[in-house]
């Protein structure tokens, strides 16, 4: 069987729970007994790079939606966009944000935010993701 090395820690330790979703997805795709024969190579790697599309695209967004969902309790650190490390405070409903990765595109809803002291609204991720 085939193994790669996961380059991260956080992806490392989920890697029996990865291997088994593989095995689930394999069998809902294909059933029990594998592709019908005659299915070319081609056909399957083409399937397991959608497969891995999606998964990759509902990561990006359920993670960055998780820590959109905190912006209001966020390090001083990463509070104001001109690191005057005063709180934000969410001033709009949320909108969506919509950012190209490696990994493909990722998409999810973050409420602007405002800093008190310079009276600045920003997006709590710009600073992150960078130019
Ligand atoms: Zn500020």
């Not at 380059?7 to 729970?17: G, K, Y």
């Not at 509902?58 to 005057?84: G, H, I, V």
């Not at 990765?101 to 310079?118: F, H, I, S, Y």
Request: charged share 25%; net charge negative.
């Amino acid at each position: 069987m085939a193994t790669s090395t996961i380059s991260t820690a956080p992806a490392n330790a989920v890697r029996p729970l990865i291997e088994q979703v593989a095995i689930d997805l394999v069998h809902r795709i294909y059933g029990a007994e594998g592709p019908a024969w005659g299915t070319r190579l081609t056909a399957i790697e083409d399937t397991i790079l959608a497969v891995r599309q999606v998964l990759s695209e509902k990561m990006l967004d359920e993670a960055l939606q998780r820590q959109a969902n905190t912006a209001e309790k966020r390090p001083p650190e990463f509070r104001c966009r001109s690191t005057c490390g005063t709180e934000v405070v969410a001033t709009k409903e949320p909108e969506p944000r919509i950012v190209a990765t490696r990994a493909g595109d990722a998409e999810w809803m973050e409420p602007e935010t405002t800093c008190r002291k310079c009276r600045r609204a920003f997006f709590p991720s710009e600073q992150e993701l960078g130019p």
